[in-house]
């Protein structure tokens, strides 16, 4: 089938126009390859996300279905880090989307917003075979990207979902039940361990304390300047 002409309307044509002649006059100077700019505030991650979604950094390359990069809001607030994918985060390459993420969604909303007014991503970007412990050699390969993501974001604060999370970005091997309650700074940025979700779901004496660090996490946003 022939194509058949598009009827575009009068501004559409004169943009076309202008971009044309701003082609041609560049093709007189030789450039003969353009790259768009992209002037929204999530071209950054967006770029971090096409240089990672083929990795082949780590050996958990050869199992994952997806790589689970992260989700929200690139202007968010308040950040949520997780450990690494699980099954369901796998197949669908977003993460907390299980049953632990059900429940992340919940705590979100219990201080005030929505899933998609914060960002939620995981230290470990690909899925461990089998839900095993990520091991040291792909920490130190995968926690330079969420570094990155934390630069572009810029959150105000940073919930560290479970051990593995707050340890990882403390740079401690202190146990939950000394980290929790309390307030740190990771560059700069305030810090606020909890349990993490799938841990809320197998032990229930956990949900207090759990619901006081989001409170902690509710006031330190609600005073800082933002
Ligand atoms: N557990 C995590 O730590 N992250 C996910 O994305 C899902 C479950």
Known sequence: MGERPVDLDVETNETLEAVRTFVEAQAEFGLTEFRLARADADAPLADLYESIRDCRMCGLCENRR???????????????????????????????????????????EAIGFQRDEVYIANVIKCRPPGNRDPKPEEVGTCKPFLERQIEYIQPVAICAL??????????????????????F?????????????????????????????LQLLRRVYDNADC
């Not at 308040?78 to 049953?99: Q, S």
């Open 66 to 108: 997806n790589v689970v990069f992260g989700s929200g809001n690139p202007d968010a607030d308040l950040m949520f880090i997780g450990e690494a994918p699980g099954a369901e985060e796998d197949r669908t390459g977003l993460p907390f989307v299980g049953a632990a993420g059900a429940l992340l969604t919940r705590m979100i």
């Open 162 to 183: 479970g051990l593995f999370a707050a340890r990882t970005l403390l740079g401690t091997d202190e146990p939950m039940g000394s980290l929790r309650g309390r307030l």
């Open 185 to 213: 700074s990771y560059r700069g940025i305030h810090l606020i361990p909890t349990y993490h979700p799938a841990a809320l779901l197998r032990n229930r004496h956990w949900k207090r304390p759990a619901w006081e660090d």
